[in-house]
Nanobody, 122 residues
C-alpha cells in the first residue's frame, strides 16, 4: 500500500501564498508521476500541476506563472508553491502519485491523498 499525506492548506487573503506538501509512504519501489489536482464545489476535479520523475512539469493555464511544482525524490515528497492566490483558487487540493510498488514487487500503483482545503478570501 502507498499512502499520501498532504499538508499546508489553509485560509489566506487574495495575493497571499501557501506551500502545499505531499509525502508518499508505504511499499514504494519508484514514483513516476506526481501531481496536484483541485476540486471546487460543483466543479469537476482538474489537474493543476504535474511533475515527472525526470523533472518535467505541466501547469494548467489558470495557474501558470503563479504556482510552482517541485519534488524531493529522496523524501518521496511533492510540493506546490502557490503565489498570488486568487479567490478562484479556492478548492480542495489533492495529491496524486503513480509508480511501481515494492510489494507486490513490480506492480503499478496510483494513490490519492485525503485532500487539503485552500480558501482564498477577497
Amino acid at each position: 500500500q502507498v499512502q499520501l499525506v498532504e499538508s499546508g492548506g489553509g485560509l489566506v487573503q487574495a495575493g497571499g501564498s501557501l506551500r502545499l506538501s505531499c509525502a508518499a509512504s508505504g511499499s514504494i519501489f519508484a514514483i513516476n508521476d506526481m501531481g496536484w489536482y483541485r476540486q471546487a464545489p460543483g466543479k469537476q476535479r482538474e489537474l493543476v500541476a504535474a511533475i515527472t520523475s525526470g523533472g518535467s512539469t505541466h501547469y494548467s493555464d489558470s495557474v501558470k506563472g503563479r504556482f510552482t511544482i517541485s519534488r524531493d525524490n529522496a523524501k518521496n515528497t511533492v510540493y506546490l508553491q502557490m503565489n498570488s492566490l486568487k479567490p478562484e483558487d479556492t478548492a480542495v487540493y489533492y495529491c496524486n502519485a503513480r509508480g511501481t510498488s515494492s510489494w507486490p514487487f513490480g506492480a503499478d500503483f496510483g494513490s490519492w491523498g485525503q485532500g487539503t482545503q485552500v480558501t482564498v478570501s477577497s
